[in-house]
């Protein structure tokens, strides 16, 4: 994660009103990463997006996209692709011929457009028209779109929006790829499963404040461990609950196991004291935070105690506590930008001609 930040921004900030969609963020995205951009919908991730590609005037603060600063848009759009919410494409086009429109429109090379279709595995397709493609085929197309004009940095905003699990799985693998080809990705997403099956680096937004920005592993390796402890018999569940509470540990029963608050460590200690308790245990594993947890982790701390300070790794300080609206929606919900009425217009009428 070293070098230079394929982006970067001090106190950016997108006030409607007296609202702050976004509130004095501080971003440093390394290069060459998948990097998450995760929050509640209306957390203030679309506006944000749209800020560093030049589709949104900022209220405050400033930034910088491949060297180049926020102001000046066309000094580094030609080597940025970007995906905003839902692809929008002619459905009577083929998907061939809906990125030959593209190449025109932006002069761009023709000959990436067999490029990138087998770069998201749609070759065979290509021909077919585009009404005829999945939710996933579609934002397959849409993520070769973004890579027609072979970017540094690829923008994704929710690619995985709607998708069912093989749909997701398929965008997952396609976005490892591109890391391999040095390409760097920001893909903002409020599916939580997803963005840590993907990513080696995170920024957390609540209420339009950054909440955490830093490596994925070193966020879930700060959250506490939990032992899940099973009785051979469900009789002993009890006993076994007020085994644990005695040595001063928090214990909750989850099913006929027990959950318990504890570093890894004490799980021989455990399994010997039941034991001397006569309670044999059938299972004992040590379990870590998903990210979900984490993410509630750090925020419900920081409506707790106010911001905090830290960099890389660590909370960053904007003033009082979030306190965000909505919440992480489950696989399969409906998008939902942060700004009404924003978003990527259809393309222009193509020149006249079918398939």
């Known amino acids: 994660m070293a070098g230079v930040p394929a982006l970067e921004t001090a106190g950016l900030s997108k006030r409607y009103g007296a609202r702050f969609a976004v509130d004095h963020i501080d971003i440093s995205l390394p290069s060459g990463v998948v990097s998450g951009f995760v929050g509640p919908n209306g957390a203030g991730k679309t506006t944000t997006i749209l800020m560093l590609l030049g ?66 595995e749609l070759s065979d397709r290509a021909h077919d028209l585009v009404r005829s493609y999945s939710l996933g085929m579609k934002q397959r197309l849409g993520i070769a ?141 040590v379990t870590r935070a998903s990210l979900e947890e984490a993410f509630f982790s750090v925020v419900g701390a920081l409506r707790a105690h106010g911001s905090s300070p830290g960099g890389e790794g660590g909370l960053r300080p904007h003033g009082s506590s979030p306190g965000g609206e909505g919440g992480l929606r489950p696989h399969g919900s409906s998008p939902g930008g942060e700004h009404p009425g924003e978003g990527v217009a259809p393309f222009p009428d193509p020149a006249s001609g079918g398939d």
């Open 55 to 120: 589709l949104v005037r900022p209220t405050d603060g400033t930034g910088q996209v491949l060297g180049q600063p926020i102001t000046d848009p066309a000094a580094y759009l030609a080597r940025v692709g970007a995906l905003i919410e839902a692809p929008l494409f002619y459905p009577t086009l083929s998907g061939r011929r809906n990125l030959e429109v593209l190449t025109r429109l932006g002069r761009l090379d023709p000959t990436r457009i067999a490029q990138v279709l087998e770069q998201v």
């Open 145 to 285: 779109a973004a890579l027609l004009p072979a970017p540094e940095l690829v923008i994704l905003d929710e690619p995985t929006n709607g998708l069912d699990p093989a749909g997701i799985r398929e965008i997952r693998e396609l976005l490892k790829g591109l890391t391999e080809r040095g390409i760097t990705v920001f893909v903002s997403s409020h599916l939580l499963a997803e963005i840590e099956a993907i990513c080696q680096h995170l920024v957390m937004i609540d209420k339009g404040r950054i909440v955490f920005q830093g490596g994925v592993d070193s966020l879930l390796a700060a959250q506490q461990t939990a032992l899940i402890a099973t009785p051979e018999h469900a009789k002993d569940l009890p006993a076994l609950i007020a085994l644990i509470e005695r040595e001063g540990k928090e214990a909750s029963a989850e099913g006929e196991s027990v959950r318990v608050q504890s570093n890894a460590d004490w799980a021989a200690e455990l399994n010997r004291r039941a034991m001397a308790a006569g309670i044999t245990l059938s299972g004992l594993q």
